[in-house]
């Protein structure tokens, strides 16, 4: 299989170089919400679950 050329031209996804900087900065005693990759580390509030929970019923998630 023949590829363009380009594709060699590619960088590496941002997300996992922002990542290693929440990383980094976790490391060095910094109080961080990383909110990139990933699952947060903390349950989501019973108001933002019920707002999902009747915006679907709605019908809300339908794109239209």
């Known amino acids: 299989m023949q590829v363009s ?3 060699f ?3 590496t996804e941002s997300a996992f170089a922002i ?3 929440a990383n980094k900065l976790e ?3 910094k109080d961080i919400i990383n ?3 990933g699952q947060p580390d903390f349950s989501t509030p ?3 679950l019920e ?3 009747k915006a679907i019923t709605d019908g ?3 794109g239209g």
């Open 19 to 21: 990542l290693a900087k």
């Open 51 to 53: 707002a999902a929970k």
């Open 60 to 62: 809300q998630n339908l």
């Open 5 to 7: 050329k380009r594709l």
């Open 9 to 11: 031209n590619l960088e």
């Open 46 to 48: 019973q108001n933002i």
């Open 35 to 37: 909110l990139g990759i």
């Open 27 to 29: 490391l060095e005693g």
